[in-house]
């Protein structure tokens, strides 16, 4: 069993920065793929960026490519997104994932509210 809990959210103006960090009680493995995503009021979640493996190349949504950066620290059972040049519609709230053995694990959810 997985549990994630994520923190870092908050409100930051146009322009600023953030870091999330999801923070994994439990083994996550090396093969498991994590990611982050993020669902907007009003909004179907999507996918913000994905990492397959340790090591592996991370996929990001078009909307974020070279803004935001997804990694991971296996020794430290964290996964982090760190958020640059932030858009007001980068707004909502951002869930950290965790796929491995067949199964998926989501975190609570941490709100990111940029004010333009």
């Known amino acids: 069993q997985v549990q994630l809990v994520e923190s870092g959210g908050g409100l930051v103006e146009a322009g600023g920065s953030l870091r999330l960090s999801c923070a994994a009680s439990g083994r996550v493995f090396g093969f498991a793929t994590v990611g982050w995503y993020r669902q907007a009021p009003g909004k179907q979640r999507e996918l913000v960026a994905s990492m397959t493996e340790s090591g592996g190349i991370p996929n990001y949504t078009d909307s974020v490519k070279g803004r935001f950066t997804i990694s991971r620290d296996n020794a430290k059972n964290t996964v982090y997104l760190q958020m640059n040049s932030l858009k007001a519609e980068d707004t909502a709230v951002y869930y950290c994932?965790?796929?491995?053995?067949?199964?998926?694990?989501w975190g609570q959810g941490t709100w990111v509210t940029v004010s333009s």
């Open positions: 994932n965790v796929a491995q053995l067949g199964r998926a694990y």
